[in-house]
């Protein structure tokens, strides 16, 4: 039987592997937040942990023999993140021909948090049913928990990132175009982890 720190350890390393690409995204959140005051802080946290409750409780599924999103579909998600993307470079674009400057772009409100988080997480499902599925009640328990701490651990390191006068600087000044590139790149992202490219052969 796997002891309690080496458990707590397994799920924090399965945490932070699978959700590096969330501190960028929590970045671009907070830089939004900083610089327009939306989302509010408060709906980053809120959103991080309803979009990772959900992913949580579909890999449980997943863990237990329901097919809750077929596989075949999970590269849909990726059309969130490329639909805010190229919205917002054609909002940045046309700012730009009317001379003014386009704010840091981000989802509005709770509902945009949530659903990017899903979206952005949404390949974590076959790494994190598979390690549910071998974790029994206990194990289960502990990695939930950990990821709670998780999602805390990186809302936290997400705010401090852009705190910084350099990394605030260059948002100010380029974040109308590093904004949707973000967005942009996660939606490539999803779209080659999720095997959409695959389809086009």
């Not at 596989?71 to 990726?78: D, K, M, P, R």
């Not at 003014?100 to 790494?127: C, K, M, Q, R, W």
């Amino acid at each position: 039987m796997e002891t309690l720190p080496a458990a707590i350890a397994d799920a924090a390393v399965l945490f932070a592997g699978t959700s590096v690409d969330d501190l960028l995204i929590l970045a671009v959140l907070s830089a939004s937040s900083r610089a327009t005051g939306r989302p509010r802080r408060w709906e980053i946290w809120a959103g991080q942990y309803a979009g990772i409750g959900v992913l949580v409780a579909v890999s449980l599924a997943a863990a237990r023999g329901l097919e809750l999103i077929p596989q075949g579909w999970l590269w849909l998600l990726g059309l969130l993140p490329l639909g805010l993307g190229a919205s917002k470079l054609a909002a940045a674009l046309r700012a730009r021909r009317r001379g003014e400057s386009a704010p840091v772009a981000a989802p509005g409100g709770l509902p945009g948090v949530v659903g990017l988080t899903i979206a952005n997480g949404g390949d974590n499902i076959a790494a994190w049913a598979p390690f549910f599925a071998a974790g029994g009640t206990g194990g289960v328990t502990v990695t939930i928990v950990v990821f709670a701490v998780g999602v805390a651990v990186w809302c936290l390191a997400g705010w401090w990132l852009v705190s910084h006068h350099r990394v605030a600087g260059i948002l100010r000044d380029y974040g109308q175009w590093i904004v949707p590139a973000v967005y942009l790149l996660v939606s490539v992202y999803i779209f080659w982890k999720t095997g959409a490219f695959s389809h086009l052969r």
